[in-house]
């Protein structure tokens, strides 16, 4: 049974900008094995995170670290969470959240589907 389902997109020139502009930034959103990629890949996976958060309704006061996408075997985008994610995808009854990620014409988009049992 399907618990939530969450979309972002976001503008790839501004979020180059903003995190040239603000050093800290690219630190406080991602996970220590996210910071090396480059900004279009870390432009997918902010979306994926706020794309988690919209699935499941609210914020659950998770943390930017405790939401961490990472590639499967495959290479296939997956999270790995943590913390207060993790705990709210228990309180929800989530047993799955379903990623997929794109870059294309100037902007990230991902799409989460979070499911469970009825």
Do not use: Y
Request: glycine share 8%; proline share 3%; hydrophobic share 45%.
């Amino acid at each position: 049974m399907i618990k939530g389902i969450g979309v972002d997109i976001v503008d790839l020139a501004r979020f180059e900008r903003q995190i040239a502009r603000t050093p800290g930034l690219v630190a406080r959103l991602f996970a220590e094995s996210e910071r090396e990629l480059r900004p279009h890949s870390l432009a997918a996976r902010f979306a994926a995170k706020e794309a988690l958060i919209k699935a499941l309704g609210d914020s659950f006061e998770v943390t930017w670290h405790d939401l961490e996408v990472i590639n499967d075997a495959g290479g296939n985008p997956e999270f790995r969470l943590h913390g207060k994610a993790l705990e709210a995808l228990r309180t929800r009854g989530i047993t799955s959240v379903h990623l997929s990620m794109t870059h294309d014409a100037g902007v990230a988009c991902a799409f989460v589907v979070a499911e469970g049992e009825s």
